[in-house]
Nanobody, 120 residues
Framework: QVQLQESGPGLVKPSQMLSLTCTVSGGSITTSRYRWSWIRQPPGKGLEWMGSIGSDGSTYYSPSIKSRTSISRDTSKKELTMQLSSVTPEEKAVYYC????????????WGQGSQVSVSS
């Protein structure tokens, strides 16, 4: 059973870069079954898909943040990294990593989430 665990700073200053890590355990990070995805949920709002990385390293981003987002992986450490530049206070949210199951087009396993606030 795949498990995901996010980690990162709880507080970032406006205009700075947010960097979050997701550690994958219980399965292969290079499996073709999933696209590893980042999703966020601001307080009182719905879930927003940010982007994904496939088994071959291909990346997919939400058009609204594509210019500011980078998703990468370290296969030796079984870690995914999401970087979001020039953050604003409105990007305060819980950030999740999740597995998107290619055969069902649904999200499967979710991490517990990483709370991020943006404030000076």
């Amino acid at each position: 059973q795949v498990q995901l665990q996010e980690s990162g700073p709880g507080l970032v200053k406006p205009s700075q870069m947010l960097s979050l890590t997701c550690t994958v355990s219980g399965g292969s990070i290079t499996t073709s079954r999933y696209r590893w995805s980042w999703i966020r949920q601001p307080p009182g709002k719905g879930l927003e898909w940010m982007g994904s990385i496939g088994s071959d390293g291909s990346t997919y981003y939400s058009p609204s943040i594509k210019s500011r987002t980078s998703i990468s992986r370290d296969t030796s450490k079984k870690e995914l990294t999401m970087q979001l530049s020039s953050v604003t206070p409105e990007e305060k949210a819980v950030y999740y990593c999740a597995s998107w199951v290619r055969t069902t087009s649904e999200f499967g396993t979710w991490g517990q989430g990483s709370q991020v606030s943006v404030s000076s």
